[in-house]
């Protein structure tokens, strides 16, 4: 009698078990259902849901991100961009900066994503303090790069000029970068200056047998226009 007690003791233990388990992971999937929802869809390789993506964006900016939901917050501002509300990606970023000044990594999206818009003043602001408190030296390359890129779509030449040379001195093995450049300087006019790049790109390729391909095939059909 006491052996049937005990096995039916520990049948309901068991079922009570799974059933106090059950509510607590459903509760879990309840409360951060908005968060699992923007995982997915950031690590999905296929386009978000636009109306999905914009009711999420309509809950959360009414919202202050604390440190807890940060990353849901990050997440929110790719995916909005991937959805082309960019945007509604920089006011989201905007708010974690202003939660986070110090964190670098979400300074740097949001200068990317002012920079992707054309807002080239705001973005320059950023990305040259960026530069004053860079850690590592790749860092400093990429912010050098974009400081380039970024003049070059303001229409400052002479700025644009020089910050490509300065990273093209610090990469000198960065072929694609080369490739922008001397790209730049022919949509400039300045096509002595581009021919000379071009040329240097071609001798360079070939020294490299891995240089052969694609990026052999553009730097051609750039250097004949």
């Known amino acids: 009698m006491d052996t049937i007690k005990l096995i039916r003791n520990r049948w309901f233990l068991l079922a ?7 509510i607590i992971w459903c509760s879990f999937q309840w ?7 923007l995982y997915a869809m950031d690590r999905d390789d296929k ?7 914009m009711v999420l964006y309509k809950i959360m900016i009414r919202t202050k991100p604390d440190p807890r939901k940060s ?18 990606a920089i006011r989201v970023l905007r708010k974690l900066v202003r939660v986070a ?16 818009q054309k807002r080239y003043k705001e973005a320059e602001r950023l990305f040259q303090l960026l530069r004053k408190v860079q850690k590592t030296n790749e860092e400093k390359s990429f912010l ?26 610090e990469k000198p093995g960065d072929r694609e970068a080369r490739l ?23 001798e360079l390729l070939k020294e490299e047998p891995e240089g052969k391909g694609d990026f052999a095939r553009k730097l051609l059909l750039n250097a004949a226009r």
């Open 16 to 22: 009570f078990s799974v059933f106090f388990f059950g």
């Open 101 to 116: 000044p110090k964190d670098r990594k979400l300074r740097l999206r949001l200068a990317v994503e002012l920079h992707n």
């Open 180 to 202: 922008e450049y001397a790209d730049y300087l022919q949509g400039c006019g300045r096509y002595q200056d581009a021919e000379a790049r071009y040329e240097k790109l071609i």
């Open 31 to 37: 409360i951060y259902r908005d968060d699992i929802s």
């Open 71 to 88: 990353r849901s917050f990050y997440c929110l501002a790719k995916v909005l961009a991937r959805v082309g509300k960019e945007k509604e």
């Open 47 to 53: 386009p978000p849901d636009t109306a999905k993506v």
């Open 144 to 169: 050098v790069l974009m400081v380039a890129r970024n003049a070059a779509k303001s229409g400052l030449v002479d700025k644009a000029t020089q910050r490509y040379e300065t990273y093209l001195k």
